[in-house]
């Protein structure tokens, strides 16, 4: 649903923003340098391709793709769910397993506060054949919000490029992509302060994800929807596609410090920020070049 259409729209500094409901909240698309004619056309395109886009991956609708293939076992895929699977079993087996997105029944019994099951499934419990998938073992049931909403993002982002739209900024409920000829300031908020920012960041044409435990948590901070987190706290990935920092952000929180170190020397165009629960930084991939100093 478009709550801000092309009235919204700053004459001065030819600005129009468009918000959307999106992944369970608000998604903010800010365009720049954009003519209001141009902004009467685009928004409702741009409606559509979000909503269409958000069919696949909802985990919670019953009439979404990923909700038929949990639900018939096996099905003849789209191409952008089968994208976004062969991505996350590839972090998968980066993480010798410890992010899996089959486990889904376990994320959902966080995230509703009941008592966790044991599941006995794995990644390696999803086949790709073509264009069909198969889910394996009866426990495996997947949630790939920890990496579809990044997917969904980078592909409204090349969408509103396709129409001839340089610079804009999509903020999809705290994971960030900027595109264009503008800088954005950003602040990392610090994950035991309330109100407070732990680094800021100047980001060109790059997208950045934060995964931390205190975002969704029952009761305490080691109730949080993070299931099976190590001693990390907040982790805050920076690269090229939202898909990648949106993933790279959730498999930081689940790998102990050399683990950690495997992963991001296998990916070198990700910097990533990762505080543990002692409060002590780690910076990988110079993050440091992002950062503004003396902004905390």
């Known amino acids: 649903m478009i709550e801000s259409e092309a009235k919204n729209f700053d004459v001065e500094h030819a600005e129009a923003t468009l918000i959307l409901n999106l992944f369970g909240g608000k998604t903010e698309i800010i365009f ?23 069919k696949i991956f909802n985990f919670f609708d019953s009439d979404s793709e990923l909700s038929r293939l ?14 976004v699977i062969r991505k996350a079993i590839w972090y998968s087996r ?30 390696r419990d999803i086949t790709i054949r073509g264009n069909v998938v198969s889910l394996e073992h009866p426990d495996a049931l997947i949630d790939l919000g920890s990496i ?32 264009g000829s503008y800088r954005e300031i950003i602040d990392v908020q610090h994950p035991r302060i309330p109100n407070s920012t732990i680094s800021t960041l100047l980001l060109k044409n790059r997208a950045v994800a934060t995964s931390g435990d205190y975002r969704q948590f029952s009761s305490d901070y080691s109730h949080s929807h993070i299931v099976g987190k190590k001693d990390v706290i907040s982790a805050t990935a920076i690269a090229g596609t939202l898909e990648d920092a949106d993933a790279v952000a ?14 991001m020397s296998s990916l070198p165009y990700v910097s990533c920020l990762v505080i543990n629960a ?17 902004r905390k």
Request: with cysteine.
């Open 32 to 54: 720049y340098d954009v003519l209001p004619e141009v902004v009467e056309v685009v928004f409702p395109r741009i409606e559509h391709e979000a909503m269409r886009l958000q």
């Open 250 to 263: 959730t498999c930081m929180m689940l790998l102990d410090s050399k683990k950690a170190e495997k992963l």
């Open 278 to 294: 002692g409060l002590q930084e780690s910076r990988y991939n110079n993050f440091s070049r992002y950062e503004l100093k003396g």
């Open 148 to 179: 579809a909403k990044g997917f969904i993002a980078d592909r409204i982002a090349m969408f509103i490029s396709s129409m001839g739209i340089d610079s804009f900024f999509i903020d999809a409920r705290g994971d960030l992509i900027a595109r």
């Open 94 to 123: 980066a993480t010798d397993g410890a992010y899996d997105v089959t486990k889904g029944r376990q994320f959902y019994s966080r995230k509703s506060g009941a008592d966790e099951m044991p599941v006995g499934c794995s990644f």
């Open 70 to 83: 949990n639900r018939k076992r096996k099905i003849h895929a789209s191409p952008e769910l089968i994208s």
